[in-house]
């Protein structure tokens, strides 16, 4: 099993530009999350997703959009990158209480 | 959102001493989970409570689900080098609602 695996490791935008992390797990869990984490906020849900085709918000989730067509994928969306979305982002899933993280995603707005 | 309180938020100790940090919450947890994120990585897995007043250890790592189901507490004896890294706690209230995180314990070890 690969686990949760995300592309790109890392990437630059420019503001006002869009781009999509991809997320993808083989485990077959039903339940997948997106959080960013920046230096002494911790990790700050963005969406969830409870099974394919159910999506919902977290605690920050402006500027981002989610689908879950399939259970194996889970992208998130910038539409219109802002410096503000500088962050690391972290994508995760699990069949019962216990979540397991992917690499990240370092995202650079400048 | 609502946050757990982690404290202390960093620590700075010697190689081979005890190290412990606890999460507190005002509202009750059916579960608590304990993450270790070493640097450039994802948080990985370390020790899941499920009851009120379990204790479970994980080789040097112990960790408690306090028996008022609203703190837990992780203990790592005998540090080392490779214990450096950002130490988080979760709780989780039940079914599918999303899992709520502490801000972290940033643990520094000096041989």
């Known amino acids: 099993n690969a686990g949760v695996t995300q592309t790109p490791k890392f990437q630059v935008l420019k503001t006002g530009q869009s781009m999509t992390l991809q997320c993808a ?3 077959n869990h039903e339940y997948m999350s997106w959080y960013r984490q920046d230096p002494g906020m911790g990790l700050r849900l963005i969406h969830y997703s409870v099974g394919a085709g159910i999506t919902d918000q977290g605690e920050v989730p402006n500027g981002y959009n989610v689908s879950r067509s399939t259970t194996e994928d889970f992208p998130l969306r910038l539409l219109s990158a802002a ?28 | 959102g609502q946050q757990l309180n982690q404290s ?18 005002s509202s009750i947890f059916n579960t608590w989970l304990w993450y270790k994120q ?21 080789g040097r790592l112990t960790a408690q689900f306090g028996i008022t189901r609203k703190d837990s507490f992780l203990n790592i004896s005998a540090s ?4 450096v890294g950002i130490y ?23 041989a």
């Open chain 2, 80 to 83: 080392i080098p490779s214990d």
């Open chain 2, 8 to 25: 202390p938020q960093s620590m700075f100790i010697q190689e081979g001493e005890d190290v412990s940090m606890n999460c507190t919450s």
């Open chain 1, 25 to 27: 797990q083989d485990m």
């Open chain 1, 83 to 110: 410096p503000s979305q500088t962050s690391v982002y972290f994508c995760a899933s699990s069949a019962g209480q216990e979540q397991f993280f992917g690499p990240g995603t370092r995202l650079t707005v400048l």
């Open chain 2, 38 to 58: 070493d640097p450039g990585e994802g948080p990985v897995l370390l020790i899941a409570l499920y009851k009120a007043g379990e204790l479970t250890s994980n």
């Open chain 2, 88 to 110: 988080f706690c979760a709780g989780h209230h039940s079914g599918n609602t999303p899992l709520v995180f502490g801000k972290g314990t940033r643990l520094s070890v000096i």
